[in-house]
């Protein structure tokens, strides 16, 4: 999923540039085209820092974790269990 999102993005910064040059030429207006360029570019990015915070926040959460206590809630599971 991730992967067709990046092409998607890659190809509509194509499309954006080419209507800024379009635009830079007096064939059309250069808004929408630095709206395209902006967007696209928000698109391609953001898909590669979102798993990045995603992950610090796991490794954050795991670093906290008290093994004595789930070493503790492990054993009583054993214990259940037999």
């Not at 194509?14 to 635009?23: R, S």
């Not at 250069?30 to 610090?56: E, H, Q, S």
Request: hydrophobic fraction near 60%; charge should be negative; aromatic fraction near 8%.
């Amino acid at each position: 999923m991730g992967f067709v999102a990046y092409i998607l993005a890659l190809v509509g910064l194509v499309l954006a540039i080419i209507g800024l040059i379009q635009a830079i030429k007096g064939k059309a207006s250069k808004g929408m085209a630095i709206a395209g360029l902006i967007l696209n570019t928000l698109a391609f990015i953001i898909p590669w820092i979102y798993p990045m915070l995603f992950a610090g926040a796991a490794m954050n959460e795991l670093n906290n974790i008290d093994t004595n206590q789930l070493n503790d809630a492990l054993q009583q599971l054993n214990d259940s269990l037999q």
